[in-house]
């Protein structure tokens, strides 16, 4: 059976907090889309036939072990308008840290058909309208949120249209070593 899956970056120090926007958000413009997701940075979402999962892992679980923990600091909000997103941005230093890893988890990934982000966001509401736009913008003017980047994580999406963990796969600290071409000679 086929089921929708996203790999993300994850921290529980997040969800409270995030939640606490989303919420005040929602008391002002009723529901909205992302307003029950927990807070999280998207990688790449695909659909797979489960019987493809454990294969997926065992690929996300290789990647993560080159990969060195590091702070995430989140100290602005905008927004996508053309998609209706506000979402809360990542500082320079840790989109430079962050794209990297979000690339090569696409390479990896490359043989399924993904959807992939390719600037690092925390999604505070997508689809909104311009007026639940601006509504947000004006709400919503300073943050500042960091966090340990340590782990990619996979959620499967439920029937009900939330995504929830299913696995984590823990950064090792442990660079592949680079291929260097010898000389004969």
Not at 71 to 90: C, K, M, Q, T, W
């Given at each position: ?119 690092p966001h925390l999604s505070i ?17 300073t943050i500042d949120l960091q ?39």
């Amino acid at each position: 059976m086929e089921k929708t899956y996203s790999v993300v970056f994850y921290s529980k120090a997040l969800v409270e907090p995030v939640k606490k926007l989303k919420d005040f958000l929602k008391s002002k413009i009723d529901w909205y889309n992302s307003c029950n997701s927990e807070a999280h940075i998207t990688i790449c979402e695909f659909t797979i036939d489960e019987s493809q999962l454990d294969s997926i892992k065992q690929k996300l679980s290789k990647i993560s072990d080159t990969f060195t923990p590091f702070e995430v600091y989140l100290n602005h909000f905008d927004s996508f308008p053309n998609a209706g997103a506000f979402f809360i941005g990542v500082n320079e230093d840790s989109e430079k840290n962050l794209v990297p890893i979000m690339k090569k988890i696409h390479e990896t990934l490359k043989f399924l058909k993904l959807k992939k982000s390719d600037k690092p966001h925390l999604s505070i509401g997508r689809r909104l309208t311009p007026e639940n736009l601006k509504i947000a913008s004006e709400l919503f003017t300073t943050i500042d949120l960091q966090f340990e980047c340590n782990e990619i994580v996979l959620r499967e999406l439920e029937p009900h249209k939330q995504f929830f963990v299913i696995d984590a796969f823990p950064f090792g600290s442990n660079p592949e070593p680079e291929f260097v071409q010898g000389s004969l000679f």
